[in-house]
């Protein structure tokens, strides 16, 4: 079955920082995964997804993040922080099965500091 | 504009009621889902529909109830039966729930803020 563990509940960064936020997987089938984000009181926007044609994938806002299966890995990474990046950061895997869900990670929230 | 449609916004509920959450969804999609979501706890799986008039239990179902009438409407019921209903809930559409494709991706409403008073 798969999963998903997001290492750190809360990130706080400075303004012009790196942001790095940590997803961890589990499938026994090849994955497919996703970042999602969520301003407060809105819905999930996703922010990049990993579907096998490259190990580096870059998204919207600047953000990228990078499949490792060595260590079945999908982090998500900013050069450099900016405000509006502050928000919950979702991490997804698709299900084994051929329903479409996701499952997701707990979340992590990012705070950005001028 | 296409996108998916949640009301109401927000809604207060008194312990004992049933109430139904709307999503509506003009993207032409086939596939449907409802998740829950709470503080540190992510999304949970209430329902999902592959198609119209079929969906299945998710990982969370008991207390609510859900219908497929249309393709564009997946309406949520949480019934007096669910014992915690007080929580952010997300709609999510996608273009097909028949595939193994990772670029079958979730679009998501904007949510409805559910609390029982």
């Known amino acids: 079955a798969q999963s998903v563990t997001q290492l750190g509940s809360h990130?706080?960064?400075?303004?012009?920082?790196?942001?790095?936020l940590r997803c961890n997987y589990s499938s026994s089938v090849p994955p497919y995964l996703f970042w999602y984000v969520q301003y407060p009181n809105q819905g999930l926007q996703l922010l990049l997804k990993y579907t096998s044609a490259a190990t580096l994938v870059k998204g919207i806002n600047g953000f990228e993040a990078e499949f490792k299966k060595s260590e079945t890995s999908f982090h998500l990474t900013k050069p450099s922080a900016h405000m509006s990046d502050a928000a919950e950061y979702f991490c997804a895997v698709k299900g084994s099965s051929n329903t479409g869900k996701l499952i997701f990670g707990q979340g992590t929230t990012l705070q950005v500091k001028p | 504009d296409g996108g998916i449609t949640q009301s109401p916004k927000y809604l207060f509920r008194k312990e004992g009621q049933n109430v139904t959450l709307s999503c509506e969804q003009n993207l032409n999609h086939d596939a449907m889902y409802w998740y829950r979501q709470d503080p540190g706890q992510g999304l949970r799986l209430i329902y999902y529909s592959q198609i119209v008039n079929d969906f299945q239990k998710g990982d969370i179902a008991e207390g609510y109830s859900v219908s497929r009438e249309k393709?564009?409407?997946?309406?949520?019921?949480?019934?007096?039966?669910q014992k915690n209903p007080t929580a952010f809930y997300l709609c999510a559409s996608a273009l097909t729930g028949n595939s193994f494709s990772g670029a079958n991706v979730l679009t998501f409403g904007a949510g409805s803020r559910l609390t029982v008073l």
């Open chain 1, 11 to 20: 990130v706080s960064v400075s303004e012009g920082a790196l942001v790095l």
């Open chain 2, 71 to 81: 393709k564009e409407s997946f309406p949520l019921t949480v019934t007096s039966a």
